[in-house]
Structures are given as structure tokens and as C-alpha cells.
């Protein structure tokens, strides 16, 4: 089983430039969210879905954009990159959502770092 | 809204000893209750979770968190640690919704020594 899976890995952007962090989960869950871990901060929720063509915003989403047009694939955007989202980024599904005690599967992360 | 606070960065021990990672969180409304591992490079995994009933919830691989509703807190405890317990600790809150955000605490860091 893959899991979630996120690409890519690692990606290194100038000020200004724009990209796509790709996620996609094979289990059929129908919550999705995007994460940014950065030190000592712990996670912060940037958006979230609850189904195909439902998203909303999580606690930092100023910066980016997220669309959800099928149930396995939940890409973030990034629009015009600044180093205030140099960060590790973790997608994550669940089946249930945490709201009913479900639990969240996490993919590898992406780490970037705008210079 | 939801918040959470672990009290400690980071928590250094001796491999065999004892280990409590603390945990407090604030809500206004009922709220379920997570403890998340983060090994070097991956991603995170649940440990153990507080849905309902008994307030002591174990995990496989001998942790146990106690909630505690008047004193706001869910520690997260172990009785003998060892080298591969090494990992970020995260605690984490969601309240009961048809949604569900997973709040999440700044993480401790578990060293373990031999």
C-alpha cells in the first residue's frame, strides 16, 4: 500500500516563483489536509477537505491555494514564494476526519526553502 | 478555539528510566485527544488516542496517556524508555465536528541515552 504519497521530495524556489506540492492518497479517504511543520512550532493546519470539491482554511492560509477535484489528489499552490514559507509540509487523509476520533495518516513531507 | 501546550522542548533520559511528556490543552467545548510520534525524517504516526469512557488509554509499545479533564492535561507516560523511543512527541486536539481540525502542540523531543 502506498499510503499518501508527496512530491516532490525537496525543492529549493526564488522569491517570486510559483509551485505545486502534489499529494495523493489510495485509501478512498475522504478528508485531506495540509500541514507546515516549522521548529519549535509544532503543526499548523494550512487547509483542509472534507470532500471531493470542498475545502476550507486551516490556521495559516494566507500564501497558498488548494483545490480538490477528485477524492485521491489535494495539491497546495503556491503562488508568489517568500521565505516566510520556507517550511517541511506534510499532507495527511483520514476516513472518519479528526472530528470523530479519527485518525490522520501522514506522508513523507516536502521540505522547501525559498532563497 | 482550541489550543494546546507541551511544557517541555525537550526531555532528555536515561535508556530503562521513566518518562512523562506533558500535555495541556484549552477548549470550550468537548474535545478529542491525540499523542502523534514523529521519527527522524518521516512523517508523523498516532500513538495513542482518548476518544470516551476509561480516562487511561495505552499504546502497543508501552506508552500510556492519562486525560484528565480538571486539570485540562493528557500526559503522555512510560514506564522504561529506550533507544528507539528517540522521537518528536506532538500532542494534539480536535473538537468533536463533522469537520474536525487537528490542533496541534510546539512538540517535545525525547533523547534517550544510553
Known amino acids: 500500500n502506498a499510503g499518501v504519497t508527496q512530491t516532490p521530495k525537496f525543492r529549493i524556489l526564488k522569491i517570486g516563483q510559483s509551485m505545486t506540492l502534489q499529494c495523493a492518497q489510495d485509501m478512498n479517504h475522504n478528508y485531506m489536509y495540509w500541514y507546515r511543520q516549522d521548529p519549535g512550532m509544532g503543526l499548523k493546519l494550512i487547509y483542509y477537505?472534507?470532500?471531493?470539491?470542498?475545502?476550507d482554511k486551516g490556521e495559516v492560509p494566507n500564501g497558498y491555494n488548494v483545490s480538490r477535484s477528485t477524492t485521491e489528489d489535494f495539491p497546495l499552490r503556491l503562488e508568489l514564494a517568500a521565505p516566510s514559507q520556507t517550511s517541511v509540509y506534510f499532507c495527511a487523509s483520514s476516513h472518519e476526519g479528526t472530528g470523530k476520533g479519527g485518525e490522520l495518516f501522514f506522508g513523507e513531507g516536502s521540505r522547501l526553502t525559498v532563497l | 478555539a482550541q489550543s494546546v501546550t507541551q511544557l517541555d522542548s525537550q526531555v532528555p533520559v536515561f535508556e530503562e528510566a521513566p518518562v512523562e511528556l506533558r500535555c495541556n490543552y484549552s477548549?470550550?467545548?468537548?474535545?478529542?485527544l491525540f499523542w502523534y510520534v514523529q521519527y527522524p525524517n518521516q512523517g508523523l504516526q498516532l500513538l495513542l488516542k482518548?476518544?470516551?469512557?476509561?480516562?487511561l488509554v495505552e499504546s502497543i509499545n508501552g506508552f500510556e496517556a492519562e486525560f484528565n479533564k480538571s486539570q485540562t492535561s493528557f500526559h503522555l507516560r512510560k514506564p522504561s524508555v529506550h533507544i528507539s523511543d528517540t522521537a518528536e512527541y506532538f500532542c494534539?486536539?480536535?473538537?468533536?465536528?463533522?469537520?474536525?481540525?487537528?490542533?496541534f502542540g510546539q512538540g517535545t523531543t525525547l533523547q534517550v541515552k544510553p
Open positions: 477548549s470550550s467545548v468537548s474535545v478529542y
Open positions: 482518548y476518544l470516551s469512557g476509561s480516562t
Open positions: 477537505s472534507v470532500g471531493a470539491g470542498i475545502t
Open positions: 494534539a486536539v480536535s473538537i468533536l465536528s463533522n469537520t474536525g481540525k487537528l490542533i
